[in-house]
């Protein structure tokens, strides 16, 4: 995939001044948060079939393909630090190259941080599917934030995992361009994003070429995560993401998704490898 690297090396250097300020002093709080006690948030207990099924990290001990999450997490916490970042979009060229696993397992990595909590934002709102890495059929949430105004502590979910509480996608909807660059939805992103200063909010958009969600919403983010698929992802459509996305906000890198896969199965993390290129 080095169509990938030298892409997002075109990018940057296209980007050169035109990259956005830091929204926020660099850095987060240095002491360890306080240990939370989830009362009013929805808690679901997952399975061990539902970890293995899922491909979620916290049924890994160890090996690479928990090292490969770690290590991206490593790369992201240092951009936003440096930059003073808070609010990660993942996205992909196209549909099925792994963007909702990646922003499901690097948010339950960053969760591991003790330094930082962390909310997974479904806004893939025409296909939310989130709520599945879980083992749920279904979940109210953003859309029925947005459209129906219940509130957000009736709606997040903590899934036993440390840190790290989501917000479904909710019920699908057909105008999720227009609902996601609506003025009611800046102003979610704003309160969350100020509301817990040691809080990490990444949201699961949708693919980037397919509709005009991601180009709407972006403004409302700090940077971008780029997953593509070894063997799916034409270097065609990675130029026309990073043409679409060219001085509209920062490139964390790309997440090489199935590198060298022969075996699905979690037994086999090194077919499961990341890589990333920031």
Request: hydrophobic share 40%.
């Amino acid at each position: 995939m080095e169509y990938l690297q030298q892409a997002l090396e075109r990018f940057k250097q296209q980007q050169g001044s035109e990259e956005a300020p830091p929204r926020r002093p660099a850095g987060f709080p240095s002491p360890v948060p306080p240990a939370i006690v989830y009362t009013a948030t929805k808690t679901v207990e997952l399975t061990d079939h539902t970890v293995r099924a899922q491909r979620l990290i916290t049924g890994c001990e160890g090996g690479p393909f928990l090292d490969a999450y770690k290590l991206l997490r490593t790369q992201v916490v240092q951009q936003c630090r440096q930059k003073g970042w808070n609010v990660v979009g993942v996205t992909s060229p196209t549909s099925h190259e792994g963007k909702t696993l990646t922003a499901v397992n690097l948010s339950v990595a960053l969760a591991m941080d003790l330094t930082h909590t962390v909310l997974l934002v479904d806004a893939d709102m025409r296909r939310p599917g989130v709520h599945q890495a879980f083992g749920m059929d279904s979940a109210p949430g953003l859309a029925e934030h947005l459209f129906d105004n219940v509130p957000l502590e009736r709606l997040l979910v903590h899934p036993g995992i440390g840190r790290f509480v989501f917000l479904p996608g909710g019920r699908g909807i057909r105008n999720s361009a227009e609902a996601l660059a609506s003025p009611r939805m800046a102003g979610l992103v704003e309160e969350l994003r100020h509301r817990y200063p040691a809080r990490l909010l990444v949201f699961d958009l949708p693919p980037l070429l397919s509709r005009a969600d991601v180009l709407g919403f972006v403004p409302h983010i700090d940077a971008l995560l780029l997953v593509v698929e070894e063997g799916r992802t034409a270097s065609t459509d990675v130029k026309r993401a990073m043409g679409l996305l060219k001085g509209s906000v920062p490139i964390l890198g790309g997440v090489l998704n199935k590198s060298g896969r022969a075996d699905m199965t979690p037994g086999r993390a090194k077919d499961l490898l990341l890589s990333y290129s920031g």
